[in-house]
């Protein structure tokens, strides 16, 4: 005789987790409703929030949901009227049967006449929110008890809830606050001086640089670097940070919000091809297509070698849809704790949830609160902020930080900050105004040697307007700095003289 199962009888904890799981779902039922409502309303609006069937809860709107996606993504449609998805349904018995059971299109046509396409963000964190409190009740968090105070706060809101709830508690666990004489432990802090403790990862090929501001120095520093549109801010990350990444075995986050995560690849194929195999190939190659038999066996080279790193994920891409500062420290906060110490923001910018119409305001605040996760008490890591210079500075030749016009408040978290342009065209070999650079040779580096700026190459000029490591403004650097080729290397050094 075939033993039947028993079924397992819960815990009163349990029973109270599904309760509160069920009173969840009638929550959102509405949020459901009126997002699938708009979906059918403005199709295109799909492509734009790219949500699954397990997101959904009620099996009505979860049908529904499931003949709108298979339209409009699979299929390639435009149209979700009644004759697309009576079409749609005569392929697909089962979900034409639940279809008819939930009152077929007369339920979509009724829910459209009240939803407002306008209201779709708000529809969609609230949906998030509901989500995200059932997730916490499949993970056992006790929120059973605060249903009713989430339904009139933002899925922010509960996080910043559950945030000092936990801060709260470890504190309490730790209720020691850590006091320190000044006078003491000063050998064992000359003797990690002496290990290096203040000396950071190298920038790739920028020796000068480096002996000014020790590298990146990832126990908590902000490293900002400004430039006008175009000049190259993210090349330049990528350049400087990269190729260190790979040589250390380190790991890096870049959190880009231009561009996709084929912005990043694409540079990396092109200083692989120009850096590790020294052949020369140019980034329009790449964009042109159409590739010659020896570029496109390059290119597969470069994949490979690169490749060949994937399972040690040194390099993760994360674009951000929308920015928002504070999904960066959500995210700097995870990836952390996974033993990332170096992470990259390209590009920064007001937050697309910011609470102020005075952006520099909100930018300023951004950077506190990012510093604020990054500091030595906190995470510990290294933060390296690419941003665009007020359009004024393009006329400059000497940048400062004033050049940030009226957010240069943003500053004043970062321990390094650097800034950089082209040479004008009076600078070169000739001009009125050309640029003498000084390189240093000989065997200790003494030797001065004066050199000055060909039209046949490519150069970039960086300032140091602070510098918590070194001298800030002691002089400008000259680099060779091709960003067709991703190759740069300092040259020397100049004097750039003040706008006046």
Excluded at 93 to 109: A, R
Excluded at 183 to 198: R, T
């Amino acid at each position: 005789m075939a033993k039947t199962k028993q079924n397992k009888k819960l815990t009163p904890y349990e029973e109270e987790l599904l309760k509160a799981a069920k009173k969840v779902k009638e929550y959102k039922l509405a949020c459901e409703a009126n997002i699938v409502s708009i979906f059918y309303k403005q199709p295109d609006l799909m492509y734009d929030y790219q949500l699954k069937l397990e997101d959904f809860s009620e099996n009505t709107w979860r049908v529904y949901w499931q003949i709108a996606y298979d339209i409009i993504i699979k299929e390639k449609k435009s149209s979700l009227d009644d004759i697309t998805v009576g079409l749609y349904l005569e392929k697909h018995s089962k979900l034409k049967q639940k279809y008819d059971e939930y009152g077929g299109y007369d339920t979509i046509d009724k829910t459209k006449e009240y939803v407002v396409i306008d209201n779709i963000n708000g529809y969609i964190n609230e949906f998030n929110k509901w989500n995200t409190v059932l997730l916490l009740l499949k993970n056992k968090f006790p929120v059973f008890d605060k249903l009713s105070d989430f339904a009139d706060m933002q899925i922010d809101d509960v996080y910043s809830q559950y945030e000092a709830m936990l801060n709260h508690i470890f504190i309490n666990a730790n209720n020691t606050v850590e006091s320190y004489n000044g006078c003491e432990g000063l050998h064992e802090y000359i003797d990690n001086l002496n290990n290096g403790i203040s000396v950071g990862m190298p920038f790739h090929n920028c020796d000068i640089l480096n002996r000014e501001i020790g590298g990146f120095n990832c126990q908590g520093n902000i490293y900002g670097l400004g430039a006008n549109s175009g000049i190259g801010k993210s090349t330049t990350a990528i350049n400087y940070i990269i190729p260190s990444i790979i040589k250390y075995d380190e790991k890096v986050v870049f959190f880009i919000n231009e561009e996709d995560q084929t912005k990043i690849q694409r540079e990396l194929l092109i200083w692989v091809a120009n850096n590790i195999f020294k052949n020369e190939l140019h980034k329009y190659i790449l964009r042109d297509g159409n590739f010659e038999p020896e570029t496109l066996q390059l290119l597969r080279k470069c994949a490979d070698w690169l490749e060949e790193k994937k399972e040690k994920r040194n390099i993760t891409i994360i674009p951000l849809e929308h920015y928002s500062a504070k999904i960066v420290i959500k995210l700097i906060k995870k990836y952390s704790s996974l033993g990332v110490k170096y992470f990259v923001l390209d590009t920064l910018k007001e937050s697309c949830d910011s609470k102020t119409d005075e952006i520099y305001k909100s930018m300023t605040r951004d950077m506190v609160a990012l510093y604020d996760v990054v500091k030595p008490s906190v995470k510990n890591v290294g933060l390296f902020v690419t941003y665009q210079l007020g359009k004024a500075s393009i006329k400059m030749r000497y940048l400062t930080n004033n050049e940030i016009g009226l957010g240069k408040s943003i500053v004043d978290v970062m321990s390094v900050n650097l800034m950089m342009r082209r040479p004008f065209d009076d600078e070169f070999e000739g001009d009125k105004r050309e640029i003498i650079g000084y390189r240093f040779e000989g065997k200790n580096g003494k030797t001065k040697i004066p050199f000055k700026l060909k039209r046949d190459k490519h150069y970039m000029i960086t300032f140091i307007p602070k510098n918590r490591f070194g001298a800030t403004d002691a002089f400008q650097i000259i680099s060779e700095y091709d960003l067709s080729t991703n190759t740069n290397k300092d040259l020397g050094i100049c004097t750039i003289a003040q706008d006046w």
